[in-house]
């Protein structure tokens, strides 16, 4: 990209950033490049052509009024895929490289490493950064991550990060791994699970064997699963002395477990205090909009176009956890496959109604509005629409509280199904047929009879 196009570039989404979340800022646009200025023409690259229709679906409009602000004779932005050459001379503005291809060229071929690195240690190309969604569950995550395989030893150590089984802990581990071997090749990395400490150790023991060998006497290590350390005296105590000896040389130390140290049953106060020397960081499972970017990323790894309704039908009914996500998504691509169909629609809900039981199937945000515009004889449109009219507020309002009492989404998502709404008027509109429900009876039928449509539905 030309001085030009970068600093033109860097003016729009700093302008973006501020209209946009911090999520769907890094999920949709943290890869975006300005290829092109050309007469009142703005051409702006995109990684793949998922996030180019989503950009143009939800974000066309804000990106124009950014880049306007920087430059007031663009009047049309598009959008385009293409991998411009990369022997274009620089300072062209053809000389635009994918993001994600210039990240995977570190990883492009194990082979070219000393793969000699430590132990059983090798590149795995299935986790890195460039491939790891972004979102407000994650982020703070992530960036310690990044910022651990960048500088080992010294931000950050140990690093302990905590969440619920499928939610991304291990994707990192070996994010951070794969980066510091990819920086470092002659670096001594060790990834391993508490299991397989806890067996080393005791075999060690049988054997008469030197334990410190292997734990010891490396640069970084990642141990996973450490929830598993509990209850096991002995090996806490091994585990203990091998933790000091590596901090005590800037030897960088990673962990992974399901709950904070602080919620670790019987592990000793000395080692709760360490894990919580450096950064302790969560991960929760994936907002909606972060369910939908995991989606259309897996989607593109298959080479499958991925509709915006396929997506959000399985993000609704999947929210557990990343793995059962993308395995119902597998599910779907595997099923098209077999019998020939494109994926669309009514095949994700024919294949997804073989794993999910009616009383797991959960009510959409559209179904919701729809439904409540049906009871109160108004339109969709309507509801979703900027209308004051009293016959048209109330509606609105009751299908606001019952998307949050009945569908547990945040204001920010209720906000976005009604159009982009400040999540402030949510907030209000929840409260308000929260309490009016509680006195007034009739409106309490209302409400209760709109739920009763959609179980039906």
Same mark, same amino acid.
Request: with cysteine.
């Given at each position: 990209?030309s001085?030009?196009?970068?600093?033109?570039?860097?003016?729009?989404?700093?302008?973006?950033? &501020?209209?946009?979340?911090? !999520?769907?800022f890094?999920?949709w646009?943290?890869?975006t490049?300005?290829?092109?200025l050309?007469?009142?023409?703005a051409v702006?690259?995109?990684p793949?052509?998922?996030?180019r229709?989503?950009?143009?679906?939800?974000?066309?409009?804000?990106?124009?009024?950014?880049?306007?602000k920087?430059?007031?004779?663009?009047?049309s932005v598009?959008?385009?895929?293409?991998?411009?050459?990369?022997d274009?001379?620089?300072?062209?503005?053809?000389s635009?490289?994918?993001?994600?291809?210039?990240?995977?060229?570190?990883?492009?071929?194990?082979?070219?490493?000393?793969l000699?690195?430590y132990g059983?240690?090798?590149p795995?190309?299935k986790?890195?950064?460039?491939?790891f969604i972004?979102?407000?569950?994650?982020?703070?995550?992530f960036?310690?991550?990044?910022?651990?395989?960048?500088?080992?030893?010294?931000?950050?150590?140990?690093l302990?990060?905590?969440?619920?089984?499928?939610?991304?802990?291990? *994707?990192l581990?070996?994010?951070?791994? =794969?980066?510091?071997?990819?920086?470092?090749? =002659?670096?001594?990395?060790?990834?391993?699970?508490?299991?397989?400490?806890i067996?080393?150790?005791?075999s060690?023991?049988?054997?008469?064997e030197?334990?410190?060998?292997?734990?010891?006497?490396?640069?970084?290590?990642?141990?996973d699963?450490?929830q598993?350390?509990?209850?096991?005296?002995?090996?806490?105590?091994?585990?203990? *002395?091998?933790?000091?000896?590596?901090?005590?040389? =800037?030897?960088?130390?990673?962990?992974?477990?399901?709950?904070?140290?602080k919620e670790?049953p019987?592990?000793?106060?000395?080692?709760?205090?360490?894990?919580?020397?450096?950064?302790?960081?969560?991960?929760?499972p994936?907002?909606?909009?972060?369910?939908?970017?995991?989606?259309?990323? /897996?989607a593109?790894?298959?080479?499958?176009e991925?509709?915006?309704?396929?997506?959000?039908?399985i993000?609704?009914h999947?929210?557990?956890?990343?793995r059962?996500l993308?395995?119902a998504?597998? /599910?779907?691509?595997?099923?098209?496959?077999?019998?020939?169909?494109?994926?669309?629609?009514p095949?994700?809900?024919?294949?997804?109604?073989?794993?999910?039981?009616?009383?797991?199937?959960?009510?959409?945000? /559209?179904?919701?509005?729809?439904?409540? !515009?049906?009871?109160?004889?108004?339109?969709? =449109?309507? &509801?979703?629409?900027t209308?004051?009219?009293?016959?048209?507020v109330?509606?609105?309002?009751?299908?606001?509280?019952?998307?949050?009492?009945?569908?547990?989404?945040?204001?920010?998502?209720?906000a976005? #199904?009604?159009?982009?709404?400040? *999540?402030?008027?949510?907030m *209000?509109?929840v409260?308000?047929?929260?309490?009016?429900s509680a006195?007034? #009876?009739?409106?309490?039928q209302?409400?209760?009879?709109?739920?009763?449509?959609?179980?039906a539905?």
């Amino acid at each position: 990209m030309s001085t030009k196009l970068e600093t033109v570039w860097g003016s729009v989404l700093g302008e973006l950033e &501020i209209v946009l979340s911090q !999520a769907n800022f890094q999920t949709w646009l943290k890869g975006t490049e300005l290829a092109e200025l050309e007469g009142d023409k703005a051409v702006i690259f995109v990684p793949n052509i998922f996030t180019r229709q989503w950009i143009q679906d939800k974000y066309h409009q804000q990106i124009l009024s950014a880049i306007r602000k920087v430059d007031a004779e663009i009047r049309s932005v598009e959008y385009t895929t293409k991998k411009l050459s990369i022997d274009t001379p620089p300072g062209s503005d053809s000389s635009i490289s994918l993001p994600l291809e210039r990240a995977s060229k570190k990883y492009s071929s194990p082979s070219q490493y000393s793969l000699e690195s430590y132990g059983e240690f090798r590149p795995n190309q299935k986790y890195r950064f460039d491939n790891f969604i972004t979102g407000s569950s994650n982020k703070l995550a992530f960036s310690a991550a990044q910022l651990v395989s960048e500088k080992p030893g010294e931000m950050y150590n140990p690093l302990f990060l905590y969440g619920p089984a499928g939610v991304g802990k291990t *994707h990192l581990l070996w994010a951070i791994s =794969n980066e510091i071997h990819a920086r470092q090749p =002659n670096c001594k990395i060790l990834y391993s699970t508490s299991e397989e400490f806890i067996n080393t150790f005791l075999s060690a023991i049988r054997k008469g064997e030197k334990f410190t060998d292997k734990y010891r006497k490396v640069d970084v290590l990642l141990v996973d699963d450490m929830q598993f350390l509990a209850g096991k005296e002995k090996t806490q105590e091994e585990f203990f *002395h091998t933790f000091n000896a590596l901090h005590q040389y =800037n030897k960088q130390i990673v962990l992974c477990s399901d709950r904070p140290p602080k919620e670790i049953p019987t592990l000793e106060e000395r080692l709760r205090s360490r894990f919580e020397w450096g950064m302790v960081a969560d991960i929760q499972p994936p907002d909606f909009e972060t369910r939908v970017a995991i989606l259309m990323n /897996k989607a593109a790894s298959h080479s499958i176009e991925l509709s915006m309704d396929v997506a959000e039908f399985i993000a609704t009914h999947i929210d557990n956890n990343i793995r059962e996500l993308e395995g119902a998504l597998t /599910k779907v691509i595997a099923y098209s496959r077999l019998h020939g169909q494109s994926v669309d629609l009514p095949l994700a809900q024919e294949v997804l109604g073989m794993y999910i039981s009616k009383s797991q199937v959960k009510i959409s945000p /559209k179904v919701v509005l729809q439904k409540t !515009a049906d009871y109160y004889e108004i339109s969709y =449109n309507d &509801i979703v629409g900027t209308k004051r009219s009293r016959e048209i507020v109330l509606p609105r309002q009751v299908a606001m509280f019952i998307m949050r009492e009945e569908l547990s989404l945040s204001f920010p998502r209720i906000a976005k #199904s009604l159009g982009g709404k400040d *999540h402030t008027t949510i907030m *209000h509109g929840v409260n308000k047929i929260r309490t009016l429900s509680a006195r007034d #009876s009739v409106l309490g039928q209302d409400v209760q009879s709109i739920k009763k449509l959609l179980v039906a539905q």
